[in-house]
């Protein structure tokens, strides 16, 4: 690392204004050059929260512009980062050199050999620092130590003003820094301000810069849509004072409401609804809560898949839709009756209970969630709701082998001798996919006794589909609870032949 850019990213605006000086005609080449991180000295100094180290360089024609790293400008840095860590460091190291200044007033002979060896001595000190904290090659630490020695003998050249101030964004910006300047990812400074959570910055940018508040990175994404995402409030709330939308839509067709609703980010979410009826009253209201992105997933649906069950109750307190649906026809109790989230399910099902396609009960059923069966059952929805493909919810847990939702559903008297759109059971389900453990739980109902040798519409059975797959204790089973081993399909095949046909060697012997 060179010496320019240690001074630079300390903040040793003097002894960096004499660095620069001894560089004579080389200034202009040397003060924008890039180290191995891509990085200027600008860079530093506006990382570092140096406001007069920033003046020095551009006083010596820095390019307040210049780029770096993923094309950053100094303004990039000065908006990501916060105060410099070194504050209470640099401070107390003036502190040290302000008493060591007054000792050496006091003294009235000085022997020029004591001087020198005292002089030697610091060298190697500061020698021994910069190599332990910095390294280098060997011309670039001499340089330092030369800089360093003239330093000492300039009356205050080593104090450091930088701490006294925080006005790097405007320094930069009243020097022509753009403030709409973008990265390789199409941020802008006020974007990195929304990311990292840094108000103050975001706050002279918005003072000093004019910056537009609608600018969108490569995702489509405004700082508002950012600082809803990562729940800075305060710097969504700056943003919406100075007027930003929020009705954005990024690439996902999402707004700022459906990040803080993801992420659960509740005092976010009031202050984008507050706005959005200061604005325009229930009307703009409801918009903003029915908004659907490129899944047709809204905010409730966003707050439900993420279990944010107060993100879900202040919505709809606000008026969200409960019944909407997404692009595969779930709606946002489908979500909560997968997730076996109770508490969002008793928060809805007064609401909803069925739809169209598959319920809520259904989804359920098909996902084991014995708790919230009873729920909605309790709060009347339909245990006979037949989907699209005439599945009725216990077909769908007999089809899933969940033993807990067929048990459920049992007890709570549901019809047993139901069957789907290929006239199949659910005895027949259980014993084409080999679950034998919920056959066993169905078949301690006498109905589904009766079901035993009830055929599909090509007349394959129960004991068909058992003995075609492998699964040999669901045959045994089968034949205990009374299957005819001699049913033929609609080919004439008995559960032997097909046996037979597959593979089988265990039945046939």
């Not at 080389?26 to 406001?51: E, F, N, T, V, W």
Request: proline residues 2%.
């Amino acid at each position: 690392m060179s010496h320019i850019i240690i001074l630079a990213r300390d903040g040793n605006h003097r002894l960096l204004a004499m660095a620069l000086d001894r560089l004579g005609d080389q200034c202009g080449k040397r003060i924008d050059s890039l180290d191995d991180q891509q990085m200027a000295p600008l860079h530093y100094a506006a990382r570092y929260s140096h406001p007069f180290t920033i003046l020095t360089l551009l006083q010596k024609k820095a390019k307040v512009n210049v780029r770096g790293h993923n094309d950053v400008t100094p303004l990039h840095c000065a908006a990501r980062y916060r105060k410099s860590i070194h504050s209470a460091k640099r401070k107390k190291q003036k502190a040290k050199r302000k008493k060591k200044k007054s000792r050496e007033e006091s003294l009235t002979v000085v022997n020029s050999e004591n001087e020198e060896r005292e002089r030697n001595g610091r060298n190697k000190e500061d020698n021994k620092e910069e190599e332990n904290k910095e390294g280098g090659d060997a011309e670039e630490e001499e340089e330092m130590k030369k800089i360093k020695e003239e330093g000492r003998n300039t009356e205050g050249a080593s104090d450091n003003d930088d701490d006294e101030y925080e006005g790097v964004i405007k320094v930069l910006v009243e020097n022509g820094a753009d403030v709409h300047a973008r990265d390789i990812y199409g941020l802008t400074p006020l974007h990195y301000a929304a990311m990292r959570g840094h108000d103050v910055a975001a706050r002279d940018l918005l003072e000093f810069g004019h910056v537009d508040t609608e600018a969108r990175d490569k995702q489509q994404m405004t700082p508002l849509f950012i600082a809803a995402t990562y729940g800075y409030v305060d710097i969504c709330r700056r943003l919406i004072d100075n007027s930003a939308d929020i009705i954005a839509i990024d690439e996902s067709q999402q707004t700022p409401l459906h990040r803080a609703a993801a992420e659960g980010h509740n005092e976010i979410l009031e202050m984008l609804l507050e706005s959005a009826e200061s604005q325009g009253g229930n009307l703009k209201v409801e918009k903003l809560l029915s908004i659907k992105d490129i899944e047709r997933l809204t905010p409730f649906h966003l707050a439900v898949m993420n279990g944010n069950i107060e993100t879900a109750r202040l919505l709809l307190k606000k008026g969200a839709e409960v019944n909407t649906s997404r692009d595969t026809l779930a709606t946002p109790l489908h979500s909560a009756a997968v997730s076996g989230d109770i508490a969002l399910v008793n928060l809805m099902v007064q609401i909803y209970v069925d739809c169209n396609q598959q319920t809520a009960l259904h989804k359920a059923a098909a996902n084991n969630q014995g708790e919230v069966i009873l729920t909605l059952i309790e709060n009347g929805a339909n245990i006979e709701k037949k989907d699209k493909d005439s599945f009725t919810p216990l077909l769908l847990a007999s089809s899933s082998g969940n033993t807990d939702a067929v048990s459920v559903l049992l007890d709570k008297g549901c019809l047993v001798d139901v069957i789907d759109k290929d006239d199949k059971t659910p005895v027949y389900w259980c014993a084409h996919q080999g679950h034998l453990d919920c056959l066993k739980v169905l078949l301690e109902n006498e109905e589904a006794v009766d079901l035993i040798d009830f055929s599909d519409r090509f007349d394959n059975s129960p004991l068909h589909e058992a003995a075609r797959n492998g699964y040999l204790d669901v045959v045994k089973l089968l034949l205990e609870k009374g299957s005819q081993i001699d049913n033929k399909n609609e080919d004439e095949e008995t559960a032997l032949h097909i046996a037979a046909e597959t593979g089988q060697k265990e039945y046939v012997t």
